[in-house]
């Protein structure tokens, strides 16, 4: 098992900036992928980004150039670095992992508002 805990989130004005941390307990060796999803009201669930187990990134084509995400293995932790926050980015954001056997696990979300 693998437990996730986001926090960070909050309210901020569309320009400004944000870090979300997801902290992972548990069977963190297992783990594979790790990252980001969103959802906004009245809307699916959706992928932001993504740290793949060998380490490659993939990002949304709506947050390139403006999200980065970033790992500390020694904390167990990773990181989404949010700048330049349009009111478009308000959303839960969910913390994202898959394990070695293919399951999955979220955390509770953390809520993102910008204001226009």
């Known amino acids: 098992q693998v437990q996730l805990v986001e926090s960070g989130g909050g309210l901020v004005q569309a320009g400004g900036s944000l870090r979300l941390s997801c902290a992972a307990s548990g069977s963190t060796w297992r783990i594979g992928d790790i990252g980001w999803y969103r959802q906004a009201p009245g809307k699916q669930r959706e992928v932001v980004t993504i740290?793949?187990?060998?380490?490659?990134?993939d990002y949304a084509d709506s947050v390139k150039g403006r999200f980065t995400i970033s790992r500390d293995n020694a904390k167990n932790t990773v990181y989404l670095q949010m700048n330049s926050l349009k009111p478009e980015d308000t959303a839960v954001y969910y913390c994202?992992?898959?394990?070695?056997?293919?399951?999955?696990?979220w955390g509770q979300g953390t809520q993102v508002t910008v204001s226009s």
């Open positions: 740290i793949r187990r060998g380490g490659s990134i």
């Open positions: 994202y992992a898959r394990n070695l056997y293919g399951s999955d696990y």
